[in-house]
């Protein structure tokens, strides 16, 4: 089954809707918070490598992956995950298709359905931030600005937003589900508004696979 890790990359795929929807437009007045208003606000694109941890609820790191992603408003993005198994999921705007190179198996769902869930539906923007999260002040720790969004009314699938910035960048997301489980996306080498190939953000099945799901 190509999902073997389906819970970890629906998670990863939760915390770059955030960054999809450019959602995270901060309550004003404070000054605080203005670049990070502007952050999202300018965001048109990203390219970066990342590291991907899962942590239980003792804090302890359950699995760790890594790879390089690429972003593209409205709603276009690519995973290429490197290790510890390669797969490459992407959002062509229209759906998503997931691809695993060891089992030689693509999944293909609608955009929509894959990211219909409520919290995807919250971070995508349908609602306005303030009537759907309440959002910290910041808060400073090891040499990072943190924000912490907690949504309003409780959901049952996730319970806290954190998003850190160094120096007005982003560097980290990470989501705790009810159950105190983490999952952290930390950026290295990131490019914010770069111009991205528009081929990199469609996916053709190699020959040979097999292909699951609708592909028009």
Same mark, same amino acid.
């Given at each position: 089954?190509?999902?073997?890790?389906?819970?970890?990359?629906?998670?990863?795929?939760?915390?770059? /809707?955030?960054?999809?929807?450019?959602?995270l437009?901060?309550?004003?007045?404070?000054?605080?918070?203005?670049?990070?208003?502007?952050?999202?606000?300018?965001?048109?694109?990203?390219?970066?490598?990342?590291?991907?941890?899962?942590?239980?609820?003792?804090?302890?790191?359950?699995?760790?992956?890594?790879?390089?992603?690429?972003?593209?408003?409205?709603?276009?993005?690519?995973?290429d995950?490197?290790?510890?198994?390669?797969?490459?999921?992407?959002?062509d705007?229209?759906?998503?298709?997931?691809?695993?190179?060891?089992?030689?198996?693509?999944?293909?769902?609608?955009?929509? /359905?894959?990211?219909?869930?409520?919290?995807?539906?919250?971070?995508?923007?349908?609602?306005?931030?303030?009537?759907?999260?309440?959002?910290?002040?910041?808060?400073?720790q090891?040499?990072?600005?943190?924000?912490?969004? /907690?949504?309003?009314?409780l959901?049952?699938?996730?319970?806290?937003?954190?998003?850190?910035?160094?120096?007005?960048?982003?560097?980290?997301?990470?989501?705790?589900?009810?159950?105190?489980?983490?999952?952290?996306?930390?950026?290295?080498?990131?490019?914010?508004?770069?111009?991205?190939?528009?081929?990199?953000?469609?996916? /053709?099945?190699?020959?040979?696979?097999?292909?699951?799901?609708d592909?028009?």
């Open positions: 089954m190509i999902w073997k890790h389906g819970l970890i990359h629906r998670w990863a795929i939760m915390l770059l /809707t955030l960054v999809l929807g450019g959602f437009i901060l309550p004003v007045p404070s000054a605080a918070q203005s670049p990070v208003q502007r952050y999202f606000q300018d965001l048109q694109s990203l390219r970066a490598d990342f590291i991907q941890r899962v942590f239980n609820e003792q804090a302890q790191i359950v699995h760790t992956s890594s790879g390089q992603m690429l972003m593209q408003k409205p709603g276009k993005f690519r995973w995950y490197q290790s510890p198994a390669k797969q490459v999921i992407v959002a705007g229209e759906r998503l298709w997931a691809y695993d190179v060891e089992l030689a198996q693509v999944t293909v769902r609608p955009l929509d /359905t894959a990211l219909g869930s409520t919290p995807l539906a919250l971070l995508s923007g349908v609602a306005p931030i303030e009537d759907t999260f309440t959002v910290s002040p910041v808060r400073q090891g040499g990072l600005n943190w924000y912490e969004l /907690t949504p309003q009314p959901q049952p699938e996730f319970r806290l937003l954190r998003v850190a910035f160094k120096d007005d960048v982003l560097v980290s997301l990470e989501l705790e589900d009810s159950f105190g489980q983490r999952t952290r996306l930390d950026f290295q080498k990131l490019e914010r508004n770069p111009v991205l190939d528009p081929a990199l953000l469609k996916f /053709t099945p190699p020959p040979g696979v097999d292909v699951v799901g592909a028009g």
